[in-house]
């Protein structure tokens, strides 16, 4: 599963103002989650990603504690079921996931902090594998651009602070299973983990392309285009 999640540092405004993102729980300082994005698919024996699925959610469908909730079960159970989970400054992230859900007082779940303290070498952080890692905010574009898959005049994202870092999320998954489908093609010292993931990612994309104009964007991108038109 790829994985990002937006995240903001809120801080309470007094004498009446507005308290645009204020934790629903605590008049606290802290870093909110305002929503997420996951990429899930399935990975065969022989290293080839099939059965794409989209999901995202952001604060204002449910509210932060919502979001925690449901960000939190997803990664329990694919720790559960041993699945790989793919993030960039993902540590970064899971801290203020596992913060978030400390502050709602959801302490059963337990999918950030399980994650954070055993991976059991199934966790994968692009950034630091493939860039310098040193926690730069512009480090995943940067990485995402070296290989082509950068956008450079982006469509209109939507009206909205929050639903815009939303669907910015779920073009950061999709930019982040690229990258990894180069990482997985050098791990299987194979071409085909490649090829034939960035071919079953284009249709993901394209069967999308009513309700998600701003994923399709992508399909206009350097990299996307190269293996368009590779011969197979």
């Known amino acids: 599963m790829i994985l990002d999640i937006a995240t903001r540092v809120e801080v ?4 009446g103002a507005e308290r ?3 934790s629903p729980v605590r008049s606290l300082v802290c870093e909110g ?8 698919f399935e990975l065969d024996e022989e290293g080839l990603c099939s059965s794409f699925s989209l999901e995202s959610m952001d604060r204002r469908m449910a509210g932060e504690s919502a979001v925690v909730v449901k960000a939190e ?4 159970a694919l720790l559960k079921n041993e699945g790989a989970l793919i993030m960039y400054h993902g540590r970064r992230d899971l801290a203020a996931l596992r913060l978030a859900a400390l502050r709602h007082f959801h302490f059963s779940i337990g999918g950030a902090v399980n994650w954070l303290i055993d991976a059991q070498g199934r966790y994968f952080d692009l950034v630091t594998m ?4 040193t926690g730069e905010e512009d480090e995943f574009s940067d990485l995402v651009a070296r290989f082509g898959g950068g956008l450079k005049s982006p469509q209109t994202m939507p009206v909205g602070p929050v639903r ?3 669907v910015t999320a779920e073009v950061n998954v999709v930019q982040a299973m690229m990258v990894y489908l180069h990482l997985l093609a050098e791990i299987r010292r194979s071409f085909q983990p490649l090829s034939h993931g960035m071919m079953a990612l284009t249709d993901f994309i394209s069967s999308r392309s009513s309700s998600s104009p701003h994923l399709v964007q992508l399909l206009e991108t350097e990299v996307f285009k190269t293996f368009d038109t590779i011969p197979f």
């Open 130 to 133: 493939l860039a310098s890692g």
């Open 20 to 22: 645009q993102y204020r």
């Open 12 to 15: 309470p405004r007094r004498g």
């Open 33 to 40: 989650i305002v929503a997420f994005a996951m990429l899930e």
């Open 73 to 76: 079960r997803k990664l329990a």
């Open 164 to 166: 815009r870092e939303r």
